[in-house]
């Protein structure tokens, strides 16, 4: 078992972040965390449009775009194809009211599919979910198993770029090619991709939304959605404002007074990011992740589930008969957090659940050996 480089190689390593010393945060991937720098960059907006809200708010139109553009360009997207939105639940509510589906098509979704966008989907439509065993061992055994599920009612594809309990890739370039040519709308669920992945937008789905806030080092609040040039004249904004006869993507994302800072310093993370080196961050954060899932294996008996070198998430299983239902996964997730300092994600699945870790350059190899060294006697006690 290999340790992997101290987080301390980066410059201002764990002290570029604003978080608690006396935990370890050890989920990254739910809600991110903000560098000083970007944070700083934030309040100086707010400072701005304080003195000047009529400036600020009457500017704020050009400023998104060339604020976009910048974004487009870490991501690899077309600057007019590509918006901002809160988060990757509003764009998948974006993406199905401008499918404007009808009452006998059947989107395809995956039981890893992220709770609220899949609710989304369920809105508009009738869903047929794929059962994915979490331990099926490659791309290839999901693709077929995806695939396997195409009826002549499936419209769209819904599904995730990296699942986020399971911490696995599924919607690959290869299986988007696949269900394109049986003239199905692919929509990707990329919620982990920017920031993590090179290339996010790989594959170029008809539609596709990612967050900034967790691996781009953007603010709260902070997404994108990508539209193919196909797609973008149906398109609606969420809400009305006095930018909507633009269309896409000015009207989805202008909303009059609302707080628009994130979206203004998002290319300042991914700036960051450059400057850290990103390929070296991203296999930094994925040699941490690997070590902690080992450790979690060898020390605490859990059960390694698939993963992927270029990712910085692993998820594990747990015992038999823990994190059966949401409400035992969130009671575990806190007596972790309460007992041995240390934030998880913790997924329910039927007959037992799992733990998801995450690394990132704030981190340290002895958090994770902590949390292994601790966590068996922890389940054998619950």
Not at 151 to 163: G, N
Not at 329 to 347: D, K, M, N, P, Q
Request: overall charge neutral; proline content about 8%.
């Amino acid at each position: 078992m290999t340790m992997p480089t101290a987080p301390a190689e980066f410059p201002g390593g764990p002290g570029l972040f604003g978080l608690s010393p006396r935990v370890a945060h050890l989920n990254h991937g739910s809600f991110g965390a903000v560098p000083r720098p970007v944070a700083q960059a934030q309040r100086r907006l707010l400072t701005e449009a304080d003195a000047d809200p009529d400036a600020f708010f009457l500017a704020a139109p050009d400023r998104l775009a060339a604020s976009r553009g910048r974004v487009a360009d870490h991501l690899g997207a077309d600057r007019e194809g590509l918006a901002f939105v809160t988060n990757a639940t509003e764009a998948a509510h974006v993406v199905m009211d401008a499918l404007r589906l009808r009452q006998d098509d059947e989107i395809l979704v995956t039981d890893h599919g992220y709770g609220t966008v899949v609710r989304a989907a369920a809105r508009r439509a009738r869903l047929n979910t794929v059962f994915l065993d979490p331990a099926l061992p490659d791309e290839d055994a999901v693709r077929e198993a995806v695939l396997a599920a195409v009826t002549p009612r499936t419209t769209v594809a819904l599904l995730d770029q990296i699942s986020s309990p399971t911490a696995r890739p599924i919607a690959t370039p290869t299986l988007l090619a696949d269900l394109a040519e049986r003239g199905v709308t692919t929509v990707v669920d990329g919620a982990h991709a920017p920031g993590m992945l090179a290339e996010p937008l790989s594959g170029r789905p008809d539609f596709w939304f990612g967050n900034l806030h967790k691996w781009g080092y953007a603010p709260p609040g902070t997404a994108v959605l990508a539209v193919a040039p196909a797609h973008r004249t149906g398109v609606r904004a969420p809400v009305l404002s006095w930018e909507d006869h633009r269309g896409f993507p000015r009207a989805v994302e202008y909303r009059a007074t609302i707080d628009y800072t994130g979206w203004l310093v998002a290319p300042e993370g991914l700036d960051l990011l450059a400057q850290l080196g990103a390929q070296r961050v991203r296999a930094h954060n994925s040699a941490l992740a690997a070590y902690g899932a080992e450790l979690l294996a060898h020390t605490a008996g859990l059960t390694p589930l698939p993963g992927h070198d270029a990712l910085a998430m692993r998820a594990l299983r747990l015992p038999p008969g823990v994190a059966r239902t949401p409400d035992e996964a969130t009671a575990l997730r806190e007596t972790i957090a309460a007992r041995l300092g240390c934030r998880v994600l913790i997924w329910p699945w039927p007959g037992g659940g799992g733990i998801r870790i995450c690394g990132q350059i704030y981190n340290k190899p002895q958090e994770y050996e902590h949390l292994a060294a601790n966590l068996r006697a922890l389940l054998a006690g619950r």
